[in-house]
């Protein structure tokens, strides 16, 4: 029954992420009885939701820009880091060609070649392995046995299936982890050259999407969001995962 409960009031929160500050405030207040863990979850669906209101403040001395600047939130007693940046400055995985997806694993410390060729053999159509990638017989060869996508990536967590990835190097708390240096909205086709100056950022842009990371010292909460300024919402989340840094 506790767990029903808390599952309950984290979904709540996440259907109220559009709400002021206060309100959700007053839902982590009332959270002393919950876990631990429950209440890290209200803290970072709390500092996401305080994110996106103060990206959209009136006033642009107080209003955030989403430049990638790490800030600090303090709700009920905690502190919690935040950071909103562009989404369109990652490599795209679904898009890119090899050379550009080893590129970023190599940054990892991965097989850069194995995983890359690894990843598009994951998700072509075909059952043919790249040289150094894999196919449906390797990923059978596994307990439990899976087949692969055979499609573009829907969500970054499919990453983890593809041989060579596993969750540390997908969630680690130092970086570079690769969740922040991919996407499947937007993003780069090809690695930047070096010396390349990155676009700044210095507000919101109708139609880009953003990746808002929110992190207790325990729990990482990161959202893909898209402004439309002219809807109800002004933000569309498109993707969310929550997660314990390793």
Not at 2 to 18: E, F, H, N, S
Not at 171 to 192: A, F, I, K, M, N
Request: glycine share 8%; aromatic share 8%.
């Amino acid at each position: 029954m506790a767990l029903i409960l808390i599952l309950w009031v984290v979904t709540l929160v996440g259907l109220l992420v559009l709400w002021t500050g206060r309100e959700v405030r007053t839902v982590v207040g009332g959270a002393q009885g919950f876990s631990l863990a429950a209440r890290d979850y209200l803290l970072a669906y709390s500092g996401l939701q305080e994110a996106l209101v103060r990206l959209t403040l009136s006033d642009p001395e107080a209003r955030w820009a989403p430049d990638g600047t790490r800030k600090t939130l303090r709700i009920d007693g905690r502190r919690l880091e935040v950071c909103v940046e562009p989404e369109h400055l990652r490599l795209n995985v679904n898009r890119a060609k090899e050379d550009a997806l080893a590129g970023v694993l190599e940054e990892v410390g991965l097989a850069a070649d194995e995983v890359a060729q690894a990843i598009l053999d994951f998700k072509d159509r075909d059952n043919v392995p790249r040289p150094q990638g894999a196919e449906e017989e390797y990923y059978q060869g596994l307990t439990p046995p899976y087949r692969p996508v055979n499609r573009p990536f829907q969500v970054l967590e499919e990453l983890l299936y593809v041989k060579g990835i596993d969750r540390d190097v997908l969630y680690r708390r130092q970086p570079p982890r690769l969740l922040d240096l991919v996407t499947l909205w937007g993003g780069r086709t090809v690695q930047p050259q070096e010396g390349e100056a990155e676009e700044e950022e210095p507000e919101l842009k109708p139609g880009r999407s953003y990746r808002i990371t929110v992190s207790t010292g325990r729990l990482t909460v990161m959202a893909v969001v898209v402004y439309l300024p002219h809807t109800e919402g002004v933000f569309k989340v498109r993707y969310r995962c929550e997660f314990y840094p390793r």
